[in-house]
């Protein structure tokens, strides 16, 4: 018992006397510390550290960032806002921590805030290559891409080796489509930075943007090797399966993401519309109502389609309209060996209304539709397509879809 309590009041006095030689240090000297200790990845410990120098001098700007900074790396966003805004009551023209402030206000969603901060930190320290990064992001976030891209350039002719400065670039021309631009980007950012898996993703997604899809998936499988816990790499290679046709494949690696994050309000999003192609209308509704949940706004119509999807009274189709027997029987035998029907409605269907939609005809009742269109239809399984039907119109190919 002796011994135990011996132990017990040693470790008492070894704490007693680091809280002690916490308190007799300087702000600055703490600072310093905590900067080593975040440096050896001792996390809590530099955040104890700092606290202490906020304690030792409140007016010391540079703990209220670093501890502000600690904050944001863990997502307690309020808590870092006001940690910065405390530090600039002391050091109005930091621009240090304007910048910080601006990434804080950012992640909170007040873009407009945050492009405020960016351009005060500029205004105190014009190369700050950073701060004009950080701007270009912001100002892409919200569509003014001529801006970030000024911003993105400004940042790489400070810092020529900043591959995220190339990132940032490589988006702000794939929003404004000019996707050879973004590709050369990207790749740079690469080149500077290989495992930048955010320049991997985006690499990827304007692959996919320029139908090139083996490369699109290859660049998303090299981002997962990475990062296998990177949630926007399982959804962008589910985008890139998706629109090469292969839906199926697509489920799997939105279903990955949510794995690692069972909010993320885009991956339920595409699931929904994958499931929805492949007539699992159910769960197409669910995966919607939970995209809505987590703050991704679906549109009325798609909502309403849904609703009808699981009403039994409606139907859907979709429908080919061809000149000659002999067309009709050709995208028949395209069909029968696995061709796309929206791929040929696309192409091939003469009816101008439906063509561009794939032949969507949209959901029905019975009585809604010419007799022939009607029985050809209700004949037809569900996913499967009718034979020929002649009308005045010209000859159908119809595939049930509910």
Not at 387 to 396: A, S
Request: proline share 2%.
């Amino acid at each position: 018992m002796k011994s135990r309590c011996y132990r017990y009041g040693l470790m008492v006095g070894l704490l007693a006397g680091l809280a002690s030689t916490l308190a007799a240090q300087t702000a600055e000297e703490l600072n310093q510390q905590a900067m080593e200790l975040i440096s050896q990845g001792k996390f809590p410990e530099a955040v104890d550290a700092l606290k202490t120098a906020v304690e030792t001098d409140s007016t010391y700007a540079k703990s209220y960032i670093n501890l502000g900074f600690m904050y944001y790396s863990n997502g307690m966003l309020k808590q870092a806002v006001a940690l910065y805004a405390r530090a600039l009551s002391f050091e109005p023209e930091n621009a240090l921590g304007h910048n910080n402030l601006g990434a804080a206000l950012l992640a909170a969603g007040d873009i407009n805030g945050a492009v405020k901060e960016y351009q005060t930190a500029l205004h105190y320290d014009p190369d700050y290559p950073e701060a004009h990064n950080n701007l270009a992001y912001a100002l892409y976030s919200v569509g003014a891409n001529d801006l970030a891209i000024k911003a993105a350039e400004k940042a790489v002719e400070l810092k020529p080796d900043y591959a995220r400065a190339y990132q940032n670039l490589g988006m702000a021309y794939n929003a404004k489509g000019e996707h050879d631009e973004a590709e050369t980007k990207f790749k740079k950012a690469l080149e500077l930075n290989p495992k930048l898996v955010a320049a991997l993703n985006s690499l990827g997604v304007t692959y996919r943007f320029q139908g090139k899809f083996e490369q699109a998936f290859e660049m998303h499988q090299k981002a997962i090797a990475l990062d296998t816990l990177n949630a926007e790499s399982y959804n962008s290679l589910g985008l890139a399966y998706m629109n090469s046709g292969n839906i199926k494949e697509s489920i799997l690696w939105y279903k990955k993401a949510l794995d690692i994050a069972p909010n993320y309000a885009i991956s339920h999003n595409n699931l929904s519309f994958a499931f929805y192609e492949t007539l699992d209308y159910g769960l197409a509704m669910q995966h919607a109502k939970a995209a809505e949940r987590h703050g991704v706004k679906m549109t009325d119509q798609y909502m309403d389609d849904l609703k009808k999807s699981l009403d039994n009274e409606y139907y859907r189709a979709r429908h080919i309209l061809v000149k000659t027997q002999a067309a009709a029987d050709a995208i028949l035998t395209e069909l029968n060996n696995g061709g796309s029907f929206t791929k040929l409605a696309l192409d091939k269907s003469q009816d101008e209304h439906t063509a561009s939609k794939g032949g969507e005809l949209g959901y029905f009742k019975k009585g809604d539709m010419m007799a022939a269109f009607e029985q050809a239809i209700l004949n037809t399984g569900v996913g499967k397509v009718s034979k020929v039907v002649k009308t005045d119109l010209g000859f159908h190919l119809f595939q049930r879809l509910k």
